[in-house]
């Protein structure tokens, strides 16, 4: 079946540095691929997206490419702040299928000033 | 815009008690996602309604848990009896509903989140 692995955490970095979170998937089909955030205290909210092979989905100084040949979608950004500290998911969904989203394991963030 | 609503917020029972949450979620979306999410873990699809309809619902253990959405807006999801292993936060999302095209957003309500001792 179709799953979402992400590099385990915690990520520990000094503000302004530069973020990359690791994310590959296995799909039977083309998905869209999805990266949602989850901050401390609240519920999980998207944060960008890619539907289709290419795509870079971007949001708040955060960039994820759709890498089909390599089967990836790193989310990267640029320089952190403490206010990124949250716990990441990557995640993948097929629009025949419902929708339905299947996560990886997640990804904390701490970002220290 | 109301977001999605979830209570109640925090659960403790015992195990083999019985436990309901509710979730209303967001106006004029058809289509209401539960997911389980356990400690560490992503979260994890239990079942998914369009309308009032089920969808899928191949990942809920249906010998305890029970979901409803009657009149295609609020639902319900039910554990009876719990075990200590329901030990999670659930998760309420919905989207707008089929034809959006890919990629479609689901909309993720606070989350209950349930220990059974």
């Known amino acids: 079946g179709d799953s979402v692995t992400q590099m385990e955490g915690p990520v520990t970095l000094s503000e302004e540095a530069f973020l990359t979170i690791n994310c590959t998937y296995t799909?039977?089909?083309?998905?869209?691929l999805f990266w949602y955030v989850q901050y401390p205290g609240e519920g999980l909210q998207l944060l960008l997206k890619a539907t289709k092979a290419d795509d870079k989905g971007s949001n708040k100084g955060f960039e994820a490419t759709y890498r089909k040949e390599t089967t990836s979608f790193h989310l990267e950004k640029g320089s952190v702040q403490v206010s990124d500290s949250a716990v990441y998911f990557c995640a993948l969904s097929y629009n025949n299928a419902g929708n339905m989203l299947t996560f990886g394991g997640g990804t904390r963030l701490m970002v220290k000033p | 815009e109301a977001g999605v609503a979830q209570s109640p917020r925090y659960k403790i029972i015992e195990k083999r008690q019985s436990v309901a949450f509710w979730c209303n979620p967001i106006s004029g979306h058809a289509t209401l996602y539960w997911y389980q999410q356990i400690l560490g873990q992503g979260p994890k699809l239990l079942i998914q309604?369009?309308?009032?309809?089920?969808?899928?619902d191949s990942q809920l253990p249906k010998d305890r848990f029970s979901a409803e959405r009657l009149k295609g807006v609020d639902s319900t999801l039910k554990i009876q009896p719990a075990k200590l292993e329901d030990s999670a936060v659930y998760l309420c999302?919905?989207?707008?509903?089929?034809?959006?095209?890919?990629?479609?957003?689901?909309?993720f309500g606070p989350g209950t989140r349930l220990l059974v001792l």
């Open positions: 799909a039977t089909g083309y998905p869209s």
């Open positions: 309604f369009q309308n009032n309809g089920v969808v899928d």
């Open positions: 999302a919905s989207s707008l509903g089929p034809g959006r095209g890919k990629g479609e957003t689901q909309y």
